[in-house]
């Protein structure tokens, strides 16, 4: 194979991936049919990062792909120095593929003297050279405006309801929010199911303590039905396993829980695991380590949905027919 994708009018795309997710960099290069631009990359004794391409990428459109898994600064400031890189090297566009958004849960101002810690991020991408960016389920969707160009959404959706609709009874079940402010989604997710009812879960959380949350009542009918609880990251696990035990604790007949990143932070593995839901399902848009894996948990392939956006893009096409006109 080759590191270029032959184009139209004699464009070529290459595809560069930092340290943080390999795995995934590889499995979207071999959907696309080409192999990762040769890279070398290393840090210094003082934790500073070296980057370098080893292939000329003038005149290409350059997909810079990188997880912002943990440590996350480290990763995203050496996707940074390689967005700058292939700027130097007068790449033709620059595209940053972020399956994750990194710090993408600080988009707004809970109190005064916060940052807004998304749109720094995108500001930095922006000045480091990034034409467009590209990301898998969003926290917030507002978040696309921080940007000034364009922004691809994908959808997790299509991959997570096709595996789901296989493990459950259509006629039998509940599409659960976690919270009201995500019930949106989870009428999309009912729609995909077969236009089932929805049911969300009353919850209180504390703004000055991060990653907790209370989950007191679920408000819907979920009595003797199969419950899929959706959200868009699972992180320490306490939001949606209290989500998971209140919906069986209401009289729920099993749990499936689908999320699309495993952020899956210490001691995500064993509240999951102990939860109650029979299934845990997400993509691999983050690495997911054997320290995280627990018998219950499903990881699915996020490669394919990239790589067709991906070269949508790079043909010119639409991202948006991808998810049925709706991302």
């Not at 392939?301 to 790079?314: G, H, K, M, N, Q």
Request: aromatic share 6%; with cysteine; hydrophobic share 45%.
């Amino acid at each position: 194979m080759t590191t270029f994708l032959p184009g139209t009018s004699e464009r070529n795309l290459v595809l560069v991936s930092g340290r943080a997710h390999p795995e995934l960099a590889q499995d979207v290069a071999k959907e696309l049919g080409i192999d990762l631009l040769p890279t070398s990359a290393y840090d210094f004794a003082n934790g500073e990062i070296y980057v370098r391409f080893g292939e000329s990428v003038r005149g290409a459109d350059v997909f810079v792909l990188q997880s912002h898994t943990s440590p996350i600064n480290q990763w995203i400031m050496e996707q940074l120095l390689m967005v700058d890189a292939a700027k130097r090297a007068s790449a033709k566009t620059i595209t940053v593929v972020q399956p994750f958004w990194g710090y993408g849960r600080q988009d707004k101002k809970h109190r005064g003297r916060e940052p807004i810690s998304a749109r720094l991020i995108t500001d930095l991408f922006s000045t480091a050279g990034a034409d467009r960016l590209m990301s898998v389920d969003l926290h917030a969707a507002q978040t696309q405006g921080f940007f000034d160009g364009p922004v691809d959404h994908l959808w997790a959706m299509p991959i997570l309801t096709d595996y789901v609709r296989t493990r459950v009874d259509a006629a039998n079940v509940t599409v659960v929010s976690p919270d009201a402010g995500r019930i949106r989604v989870a009428e999309q997710w009912a729609a995909k199911l077969g236009g089932g009812p929805l049911a969300f879960v009353h919850k209180t959380r504390d703004i000055t303590r991060p990653n907790q949350a209370v989950a007191n009542r679920v408000v819907g009918d979920v009595e003797g039905r199969d419950c899929v609880l959706v959200d868009d990251l699972i992180d320490t696990g306490g939001t949606i396993a209290e989500a998971a035990k209140v919906c069986m604790a209401a009289g729920a007949k099993s749990v499936i829980v689908a999320a699309t990143h495993g952020v899956l932070s210490d001691p995500a593995a064993q509240r999951l695991s102990e939860c109650g839901a029979s299934e845990i399902v997400i993509t691999d848009t983050l690495p997911v380590s054997a320290d995280k894996r627990f018998p219950q948990l499903t990881v699915l392939s996020i490669a394919p949905l990239i790589a067709r956006a991906i070269r949508e893009v790079f043909d010119d096409g639409s991202v948006t027919s991808l998810f049925d006109g709706n991302s």
